[in-house]
């Protein structure tokens, strides 16, 4: 756990951790709310998740369906193209490699998308091998609706946009399609490391 000293929390700081910090990034203590629209209200009883592929929806689940996979604990760092990073965030959730099992994948790249509408591509190896989950609850709390609650994407070695809140459904596709912010100059990848910030990075 990070320990809290009043005072400095939202002043933007060096870690002592050079390490963990991408290039251009300083730590937040905060967990500011990005999100590019209206906050999406949606009941759990009427909240499905979705896998698609060319044929349309291959699997879904129900709130209580997906409540029954196996979840993880991850404690990750995660890192905003708007530069900040958040050290040791810790969060419960499904990995993409179980809602993935079982289906055929009939294609490279997946389009991920919400409730209310964003879009955020993500290439297939970057959702398996334990990279990637589907998360629902933030420091052992139910994830809160402005952070993307009921349950949204984490894909914490890439830059937090590909995070999809509110996440609806995984499309799997031949092809790479741009999501929102990528069509509006966002880089299709996103490696913090790499600082692909915008389209020429
Ligand atoms: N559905 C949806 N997901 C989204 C966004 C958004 O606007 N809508 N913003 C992205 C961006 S730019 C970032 S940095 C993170 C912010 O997550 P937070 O609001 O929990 O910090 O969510 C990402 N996922
Ligand atoms: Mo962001």
């Known amino acids: 756990m990070t320990t809290f000293s009043a005072g400095f929390s939202g002043r933007p700081e060096r870690s002592t951790r050079y390490g963990d ?31 698609s592929g060319a044929d349309g929806v291959v699997r879904s689940w129900s709130w209580d369906e997906f409540q029954t996979l196996d979840a993880e604990q991850i404690t990750v760092n995660i890192h905003c193209v708007t530069r900040w990073s958040k050290l040791d965030t810790s969060w419960t959730g499904v990995p993409i490699d179980t809602l993935l099992s079982d289906v055929d994948l009939p294609g490279d790249f997946v389009v991920a998308s919400s409730y ?37 994407l984490l894909i914490p070695h890439l830059y937090f946009w590909k995070s999809a809140k509110w996440l609806r459904g995984l499309r799997v596709q031949e092809r790479d399609e741009l999501g929102f912010w990528e069509q509006l100059g966002y880089h299709k990848y996103g490696d913090p490391w790499q600082e692909q910030r915008h389209w020429n990075d």
Do not use: C, M
């Open 116 to 152: 209310g509408g964003y879009t955020t591509n993500v290439p297939l190896r970057d959702l398996l091998g334990g990279k990637a989950w589907v998360a629902f609850e933030f420091e052992g709390r139910p994830l809160a609706l402005e952070h993307g609650g009921p349950a949204r």
């Open 21 to 51: 910090l991408p290039p251009g990034q300083y730590v937040t203590r905060d967990f500011p709310v990005l999100s590019a629209g209206p906050t999406p209200r949606v009941p759990l009883d009427q909240w499905r998740l979705e896998i």
